[in-house]
Structure formats: C-alpha cells, structure tokens
C-alpha cells in the first residue's frame, strides 16, 4: 500500500536550520506531486508548497518563500523539506502528502505521519 | 487572496444527526475543492475530491457539494468514529497552491 514515513522530532534553537524527510513507497514516485503543510499547535492547516516528484518543479506558500526549499531524491523516493532562520512561530508539527491523482489532482492522500519541529531557545 | 470561510466553527450533534458543514470562498471558484478529516493526533484524512467525488475507501455516508462560492460537505447520520474537525481546501492547477479553512470541529451533543 501506499506509505509516506517522515523522520522523528526536532528541536532547533532560533536562526538555526531543519531538513525533514518523507520516505515514500508503494507506488510510482514520479507519477504524483508532493506537498509539505504544517499545522501550528491547536492550530490549522497551513500550506507551504509543493514539488513535482517528476522534475524537481517547485511552488512555495509566499509566507516561506526564500526560508524553504523543497527537494526529491528519485534514487530513494524520498521527499525533503528544509527551513531555514527558524523562528519560533515555526513551532508546528509538519506533514508531506501526495496528490492522490497522477497528473495534478484537487486532493491529496496519504499523508505522513507528521514531524514536530519545535523552536525554542 | 483567496479566503475560504467555514461554518459553523463548532457543530454539537448526537449520533445518528445529519451533519451539514459550509465552506464560503470569497471568489467564485471551479470545482477544485477537497475536504478532509483530522482526529486527535492523526493527519488529516482525505474524504472529498473535486467538490463531490468521494475517496478511496470512504463511507457513502459523506457526500459533498457545492459551486461557485458556497461549498458543503454532508454526513448523513454521524457515526461515533465520525466526531473530528474537518477542513476545506481549494486547490489552484497552476501554479499549485493550496487554501485551507479554518476547520470546522464537530463534537458529540
């Protein structure tokens, strides 16, 4: 079945920098987007971009845009997120999904499991 | 920006009650509209694609609808697994991007 496996917790202290993956399997990688949303502490969902896991093509949320770049690793279908100059209202639990569609689909499933980023001095 | 507007924030319902849960965008919008359902310490579930198609494995109990502005997702007669918050989203083809509502939380009465 298909899986998205993300890596465990982090904790940064201010200005410092996070990578985060998400491990995919399952299916064809190349065949579907990737997207990276947070979710803020007893918050919402928040989008921050999404990557072609077919060219490497990439859109950012303009809130993160120029502190996040996502990536692909086609060799072991894994999809990476890193932020940069964390701040403490990056302290939010990270998830990665993939268009449920090839071919640019409206929804997105699965979902990984979630990263928990804490910032904090 | 597009901003989408869900409502109620809070919906009490006893089991076995019809749930209607609206998503209001604030432009006219094609049909590009998912909702998904989130439980405690869960990711969010996908259960509505293209405003009305339901997803792999999801129960004909929910159903959504909806154009232009005004959206709904519908679930018929809750079930006690069914009490979660829900989340809109509208998706732009290109470039891609996503907009989420603020979620609507429905609780058991």
């Known amino acids: 079945q298909v899986q998205l496996v993300q890596s465990g917790p982090e904790v940064r202290k201010p200005g410092a920098s996070v990578k985060v993956s998400c491990k995919t399997s399952?299916?064809?990688?190349?065949?579907?987007?990737i997207t990276w949303v947070r979710q803020a502490p007893g918050q919402g969902l928040e989008w921050m971009g999404w990557?072609?896991?077919?060219?490497?093509?990439?859109h950012y949320a303009q809130k993160v845009r120029g502190r996040a770049t996502m990536s692909t690793d086609t060799s072991t279908n894994t999809a990476y997120l890193e932020l940069r100059r964390l701040r403490s209202d990056d302290t939010a639990i990270y998830y990665c999904?993939?268009?449920?569609?090839?071919?640019?689909?409206?929804?997105?499933?699965?979902w990984g499991q979630g990263t928990l980023v804490t910032v904090s001095s | 920006d597009i901003i989408l507007t869900q409502s109620p924030a809070t919906l009490s319902l006893s089991p076995g009650k019809r749930a209607t849960l609206s998503c209001r965008a604030s432009?006219?919008?094609?049909?590009?509209f998912a909702w998904y359902q989130q439980k405690p310490g869960q990711p969010p579930r996908l259960l509505i694609y293209?405003?009305?198609s339901r997803a792999t494995g999801i129960p004909a109990r929910f159903s959504g609808s909806g154009s232009g502005t005004d959206f709904t997702l519908t679930i018929s007669s809750l079930e006690p697994e069914d009490f979660a918050v829900y989340y809109c989203?509208?998706?732009?083809?290109?470039?891609?991007?996503?907009?989420f509502g603020g979620g609507t939380k429905v609780e058991i009465k």
């Open positions: 293209d405003a009305s």
């Open positions: 399952g299916y064809t990688f190349t065949s579907h987007g």
């Open positions: 432009q006219s919008l094609p049909n590009s």
């Open positions: 989203q509208y998706r732009t083809k290109w470039p891609p991007a996503l907009t």
């Open positions: 999904a993939r268009e449920a569609h090839s071919g640019g689909s409206t929804g997105f499933d699965p």
């Open positions: 990557i072609s896991a077919y060219n490497g093509d990439t």
